[in-house]
């Protein structure tokens, strides 16, 4: 079958480079007469490169040189990704640009199945689960494969894939959800700075960072930050077939990826190769890995490359805070 989409390829692209060819000599050369021989020929091959770049396009279409798909989920998770503030880094692409990617995977005539790579310490709630029902709805096999970090919204995302491997050393685990805010009531107060709000609703000021914690508020808030574990754990439980009190028994600790395996939070140890190995076994043929990116203008990469800058310059000057209700943050 492999043996077959290669000669179908190249049948594809050297029949394009050939019409093209003769499109550009007809129209370049042999019908306008004026045009002088050597800038007819340069016109010619021009013509003849747009067609074999056209004919490989639609050889990769009709005869895709891969079968499996990888799509990467690196650094903290955000809605939108882009990075954060001066003292954050970069994190892209934001979720929504991964779960594309995903669809478009599965969309994909040659993409059998779908590799996660995983590299991540968590995030925004919302946008990991985008990603992990992404996964889960993926049309063939998933493997996610941890390289340094699979942690809290990372392996909420793996709990999306049939299986969860990671190298000995990779850092696995932290299922829980953390809530925070700043608290600068004090330094208000020094500062000579009141707090005054209108609002409308009991609790639609609690966690506000300019005064302290009511016992109410902290109870309140307390009780989002339990559902969304609940939610989590109930959905690691059913996703990875791990036994709930042995999640929670983990207190979201993380563990190396050895200690991982040996508690069920991770099915294999083992490098890239192994990985590919073992999609190979599941197709049951050779695996040819195709890396599904976000297409991203040029806007976008000045704005990343900015925001690179920035980070490097304002490292741990300043915090930036996202995903906040009222400035209490919710992380997973």
Known sequence: MADADSVARLGIVLLGTAAAVVAG??????????????????????????????????AGSVAPSHNVAE??????????????????????????????????????????????????????????????????????????YATDVCASGGYDIAAGCDE????EG??????????????????ADRMGLSYEQLTAGEYKDAG????????????YLQGLIDDYYDQFVETVAEGRDIDETTIRDTEARVFLGAAAHELGLVDGIGTREDVEDRLEARLGEPVTVAEFEPARGLMSRVRGGAQAVAFALGAGLTSAFDGDVDGFTFRQ
Not at 94 to 112: K, L, T
Not at 170 to 187: E, K, T
């Open 164 to 167: 969860l491997w990671a190298r």
């Open 71 to 144: 799509v990467a989920v690196e650094g903290p998770i955000t809605r939108d990704g882009g990075g954060g503030g001066i003292a954050s880094p970069p994190t892209s692409p934001g979720a929504d640009d991964i779960v594309e990617q995903i669809e478009s995977a599965d969309d994909d005539r040659g993409a059998e199945a779908l590799l996660l790579k995983l590299n991540t310490p968590g995030g925004q709630i919302v946008p990991s689960e985008d990603i992990r029902l992404a996964a889960e709805r993926f049309d063939g096999p998933t493997v996610a």
């Open 208 to 219: 506000t960072p300019l005064k302290e914690f009511e016992e109410d508020e902290r109870e």
């Open 25 to 58: 000599w007809l129209v370049f050369v042999a019908y306008p007469g004026s045009l002088t021989d050597l800038l007819g020929v340069v016109l010619v091959l021009a013509t003849a490169l747009v067609g074999a770049r056209i004919a490989s396009n639609v």
């Open 170 to 187: 990779s850092i696995v685990g932290s299922i829980g959800v953390i809530g925070s805010r700043v608290n600068a009531s004090d330094l």
